[in-house]
């Protein structure tokens, strides 16, 4: 059984950070980052994830002036959330959604939704 992971860039939004699941086509290139920045083996990457620990897979994109990492981490069971379609065609955290005069829409989409 394949243990649900999330990520993300080290980029922050004003939303805070933007949390991404872990899809085979990104997996790689995670252990890959985190093996380098952290200094470690594979299967120590992978204790280090199953044992609750986030680990950092590479600079944030601002990482010169904050000085921040995208982080790995397997989130705790009560803090997955529950995905939802909205009207603009994105799929958020049920928390995200937001209510705009057009329908429901994604925090990227509200301003445009809004009109």
């Known amino acids: 059984m394949k243990t649900q992971q ?3 860039d080290g ?3 004003s939303y805070g950070f933007m949390w991404k699941e872990v899809t ?3 997996y790689e290139k995670l252990m890959v980052g985190a ?3 952290e200094g470690k083996t594979r299967k120590q990457i992978k204790d280090m994830l199953e044992n609750g620990q986030s680990v950092r897979w590479c600079e944030s994109p601002n990482f010169f002036y904050d000085h921040s990492y995208g982080v790995i981490e397997i989130p705790k069971k009560e803090e997955i959330e529950v995905m939802v379609m909205c ?3 994105h799929e958020v955290p049920q ?3 937001m209510s705009a005069s057009l329908g429901s829409s994604c925090p990227d989409c509200y ?3 809004s009109s």
């Open 111 to 113: 301003d445009e939704m």
């Open 87 to 89: 009207d603009c065609g």
């Open 95 to 97: 928390g995200q959604r």
């Open 6 to 8: 999330r990520y993300h």
């Open 35 to 37: 093996m380098d920045i």
């Open 11 to 13: 980029y922050v939004t």
């Open 24 to 26: 085979e086509e990104v």
